[in-house]
């Protein structure tokens, strides 16, 4: 049986791990990184979300996240965002340097959330985008053009147009037009057009197609597949070449921010050192008292015993397999750590219901230092650190939090393991 | 169809992320994808084995989306059984059964390997081969060993009290590149440690790409015999290709059937060995200075086997050495697949991302496990490209093993 030692193991490679593991390396510490598969976050708009909606009034947009956050604190202690928030500001600054070291800068606006189209034309609130998304203040744009892709399927420009229109967001005279442009054929998945357009000569001829359609003052749309890597400039040449801001809006997954957002954090984590095992499943682990001794993985039906100091759960919640279920009961899968279920009914009646579903809020609990603890608080193992989708009490496809607890939890994490003494 | 397959099959979620990791549908849209051609298809299978897409034949069987899915799902085996009824419907080119057969080659070139490396650089008959036989005319041909490794490794006087482990070379180190087995056989020298070798066949995996999968699933039964007779007698079994050592332990299992929990346990990477030598203090970490900066490419075979880069620790402990890991995905070469004409343009645009890291990180030396990735990158970039074995046999004692 192989062995691997490390000072860090970073169980799952989705944002909160990936941030954790940056976050422990840059401190000197050796660290092993393994996941069962990619991470959720290339399935992720590539937004960092941190809070949407205001908590008096849910239907109005938050004006200042981190302020309101705050104030979350205090209504709501069980919130993940409650152990947290003594490294949010320093966690998101964090997260902004490590893209902005590679080549792919993550904008605020200034303090407030954006308030970003999507593909559909709705308006979603997020705190942190990558420049090419980056549209700024939909009121001062008197023209926009959309633009769509024949080959792509996933993003008809009409239908953004249309809902877009519809949605108060504009100014009054603010003229919306759609355009279809061909990339060259064939039906195409979002990373194969986004392959083809980091091609100079396919990017000419869609500028030469949309050039005639261009009106004084337009900001034009696209659907987000303007380049494959984190640093590529497809966006910024075809701004340049068309002389018009250019911006991609949120689509459904596969959609390319994320991705990008995902191979630029492992591309990162790996420049630092970071042993980075994708492919390789935790199923077990020793506990001895309260310290977790050693943690069994199987690769391709070999088995691995890891040995480390600290171990950072990132596993995710029950889509990704971190959380697991059986009808009324749950719990964490590699430790067995318990998952306050309750007698409430887990989901809503409607998919889309506006209280959302309740099993997002399901996971482990934890003390201020992100160690799980049972119900008396009495903490069940010491060196296991939880982060992400793992944590309870957030509900994220509601609140707008995801990414936001994410990058603050697993930042947290990855310092508290770098600090962890030999 | 086995219960733990339907549950494989029932944990996709659709979620594509293996879509967008296959590194063939990232450049063209000729292949229809992992999900489509596997999980979604295998639906129908269920009751029409012969649902099977004709684009099957552009997977390359990388397996980066067995590695990019968080639920489980043996993707690459369904597509691998997939273009195994594909070809068992509409047969296979005469091209892709000489490409399938590796061993066949081997030996054939056995009769004149010069000759054969140099009609191998002739354009005129390249160009007739590609016209003919599909096989691309750019292409660089692996060249042949003037002899084979088997021939090459002389057993020096068995020592019954050393520790011995069986080394199962597979064919390209055989019959194209003896100097990796040599270099295993003279690191485990320096350890105190006899290298044993036997007859075996090809993997198979040739065959499994190709879809031909009823020879390769006697290569496996024979294969599967020798090895566990060794096993039996208490040997370690040693392998130096990624793709040989997946492909024994893992696919033997997934395709076929076959009970490979001894290899599983038994069968090691040269490096994992190694690796678990040093762990028990029982390495001969006396290294000679290397004072050089190489790129590192890991082979996406490596990759599926779940265990990281066992070279890494290893060759961290050889002083002046610098290794930089290239990170730029699939090769594109795949084993036979950049070899033929219509997948030739793809194999290279896939490649490219290697071809750029070489350049940005300004190495003129590549290391990398799987003899296919070698010619490939150095197709692609001319760099020089070695085993990992070969720079640690190097840094062993004296010996030319980076001489090219």
Redesign the interface.
């Known amino acids: 049986?192989?062995?691997?030692y490390a000072d860090v193991l970073i169980i799952g490679a989705g944002l909160s791990g990936l941030t954790a593991a940056a976050k422990a390396a840059e401190q000197g510490k050796k660290v092993?990184l393994v996941?069962?598969?990619?991470?959720?976050v290339?399935?992720s708009s590539g937004c960092i979300d941190l809070w949407g909606y205001n908590l008096k009034d849910p239907n109005q947009v938050c004006q200042e996240p981190v302020a309101e956050i705050a104030g979350l604190c205090t209504m709501n202690p069980q919130h993940p965002y409650a152990r947290l928030q003594d490294v949010l500001e320093e966690s998101l600054l964090f997260f902004r340097r490590i893209c902005h070291e590679n080549h792919n800068p993550y904008l605020d606006n200034r303090g407030g959330n954006w308030l970003l189209p999507t593909a559909l034309g709705t308006l979603r609130p997020t705190y942190l985008v990558p420049a090419s998304m980056a549209v700024g203040d939909l009121q001062q744009v008197s023209c926009f053009l959309v633009v769509g892709f024949r080959e792509l399927k996933d993003f008809y420009p009409d239908v953004l147009v249309a809902n877009l229109k519809k949605s108060g967001a504009l100014q009054a005279h603010c003229r919306l037009n759609s355009l279809m442009v061909s990339a060259g054929g064939?039906?195409?998945?979002?990373?194969?057009l986004a392959?083809r357009l980091e091609n100079p000569r396919v990017l000419v001829r869609i500028v030469d197609q949309i050039k005639p359609h261009l009106l004084p003052g337009a900001v034009l749309l696209f659907p987000p597949v303007l380049g494959?890597r984190w640093d590529s400039r497809v966006a910024k040449n075809l701004a340049e070449n068309l002389g018009h801001p250019v911006y991609e809006v949120a689509n459904i997954?596969?959609a390319l921010p994320g991705?990008r957002l995902q191979q630029m954090l492992?591309?990162h984590v790996?420049?630092q050192g970071v042993?980075?095992?994708?492919?390789?499943?935790v199923n077990g682990a020793r506990v001895a008292g309260k310290r977790c001794t050693e943690v069994q993985a199987?690769?391709?039906?070999?088995?691995?015993r890891i040995f480390a100091k600290t171990v950072v759960l990132a596993t995710g919640s029950f889509?990704?397999?971190g959380l697991e279920s059986e009808p009324g009961k749950a719990w964490e899968s590699i430790f067995r750590l318990p998952v306050e279920t309750g007698r409430e009914k887990w989901s809503a009646r409607d998919f889309l219901a506006m209280e959302g579903h309740l099993f997002n809020q399901k996971g482990i609990k934890v003390n201020e230092y992100l160690q799980p603890v049972d119900d008396q608080g009495q903490v069940i193992i010491e060196n296991v650190l939880i982060t992400g989708a793992n944590l309870a009490g957030c509900n994220y496809p509601i609140e707008k939090c995801g990414n936001g607890v994410a990058v603050a939890s697993g930042y947290k994490a990855g310092k508290l393991a770098g600090e962890a003494g030999e | 169809m086995s219960s733990d397959h339907r549950f494989a099959l029932d944990n996709c979620?659709k979620?594509?992320?293996c879509?967008?990791?296959c590194p063939v549908?990232?450049?063209?849209?000729k292949f229809a994808?992992p999900k489509q051609n596997g999980p979604d298809l295998e639906r129908f299978r269920l009751e029409e084995p012969a649902a099977v897409h004709s684009s099957i034949g552009y997977c390359s069987n990388c397996k980066g989306c067995?590695?990019?899915?968080?639920?489980?799902v043996a993707i690459s085996a369904m597509n691998c059984r997939a273009k195994g009824e594909y070809v068992s419907l509409h047969g296979a080119s005469l091209r892709d059964k000489i490409l399938a057969r590796v061993e066949w080659m081997g030996k054939a070139a056995r009769l004149a390997p010069s000759l054969v490396n140099r009609l191998a650089g002739f354009q005129p008959l390249r160009l007739l081969a590609e016209k003919m036989l599909g096989v691309s005319a750019v292409m660089t041909l692996p060249r042949y060993a003037e002899k084979t490794f088997l021939e090459l490794y002389k057993s020096k006087n068995i020592d019954e009290k050393k520790t011995k482990v069986l080394y199962y070379p597979g064919c390209y180190v055989n019959y194209n590149a003896p100097e990796v087995g040599l270099a295993l056989a003279e690191v485990l020298a320096h350890n105190n440690i006899q290298l044993e070798v036997e007859q075996f066949n090809c993997c198979g995996l040739p065959l499994i790409t190709n879809g031909l999968l009823d020879m390769a699933r006697d290569q496996a039964k024979n294969n599967l015999e020798k090895l566990q007779g060794y096993i039996n007698k208490g040997y370690h079994i040693i392998t130096t290709c990624p793709s040989c050592n997946?492909t024994l332990?893992?696919e033997y299992?997934k395709l076929f059937q076959l009970n490979?929990d001894s290899l599983?346990?038994k069968m090691l990477d040269a490096f994992?060995y190694l690796?678990?030598l040093l762990?028990q203090g029982k390495m001969v970490a006396r290294f000679e200075e290397l004072p050089l900066r190489i790129g590192y490419h890991q082979p996406c075979h490596l990759?599926?086997?779940?265990?990281?880069?066992p070279s890494?620790e290893i060759l961290q402990l050889i002083p002046g050495l610098r290794v930089e890991?290239l990170?730029a995905g699939c090769c594109g070469l795949s084993g036979s697949y950049g070899f033929k004409k219509e997948k030739y343009a793809i194999s290279q645009e896939i490649g490219r991302n290697g071809f750029n890291a070489v350049k940005e990180l300004g190495v003129h030396q590549v290391i990398s496990e799987c003899g296919m990735c070698q010619l490939q990158i150095h197709h692609l970039t001319g760099a020089a490209v070695y085993h990992p074995l070969q720079v640690l046999a190097q840094a062993c004692g004296p010996g030319r093993w980076l001489a090219k």
Do not use: F, Y
């Open positions: 049986m192989m062995n691997k092993m996941a069962k598969g990619m991470g959720a290339g399935l064939g039906e195409l998945s979002p990373n194969t392959h494959e997954p596969p991705q492992l591309h790996k420049g042993e980075v095992v994708i492919g390789c499943t199987t690769g391709a039906g070999k088995k691995i889509l990704g397999g | 979620i979620c594509s992320i879509v967008s990791h549908a990232r450049v063209t849209d994808g067995d590695v990019a899915c968080p639920s489980g997946l332990r893992r299992q490979t599983n346990e994992e690796g678990m762990q990759k599926a086997a779940g265990c990281g880069v890494r890991d990170d």
